[in-house]
């Protein structure tokens, strides 16, 4: 299998709580998250293990829609999102770093494998030009859940 990683950090002027409520209510990403267009949960209860959605994105000029699901959750330090998409798994990992009283630091790893090499959407996403896509979308979504954490507060 074929592997690329993804990593970025953001500071955010919240604290940990507010920060973990950002990032895992699905119901407000559509208004939240600029980078999200629909987002439709498929489990109900609260954000664990087993939480599925679908969502809707706009990424290299093309909307794509893919099925989410919760892998790992471990309030309010880390959770594990996974996708299986057109042959390529994806899994993006979540922690929240204690950065002050009042801060707290996300580090977002998003990592890709595709069986038989890169190709198709993967070489797409990760290699080259797209891998600073998927680099600069992150870094958007990770801006946005800080400005709605830090409106937030602790």
């Known amino acids: 299998m074929a592997n690329s990683t993804v990593v970025v950090e953001r500071l955010i002027l919240a604290g940990p709580g507010a920060v973990w409520h950002a990032l895992t209510d699905i119901q407000s990403w559509e208004r939240v998250l600029s980078g999200v267009e629909k987002v439709e949960v498929l489990t109900s209860g609260g954000f664990d293990v087993g939480t599925r959605w679908r969502e809707t994105r706009r990424m290299l000029g093309k909307e794509a829609t893919e099925e989410m699901y919760v892998t790992a959750c471990e309030p309010p330090e880390r959770y594990v999102v996974e996708a299986d998409s057109h042959g390529t798994h994806y899994v993006s990992e979540f922690r929240l770093l ?8 996300v580090r977002l790893t998003f990592g890709a494998e595709s069986p038989g090499g890169f190709r198709g959407v993967l070489a797409k996403l990760l290699g080259g030009p797209g891998a600073r896509a998927v680099r600069k979308a992150i870094a958007r979504d990770l801006d946005d859940v800080a400005a709605a954490a830090e409106r937030r507060g602790t």
């Open 98 to 105: 204690a950065a002050g009283p009042e801060a707290t630091t």
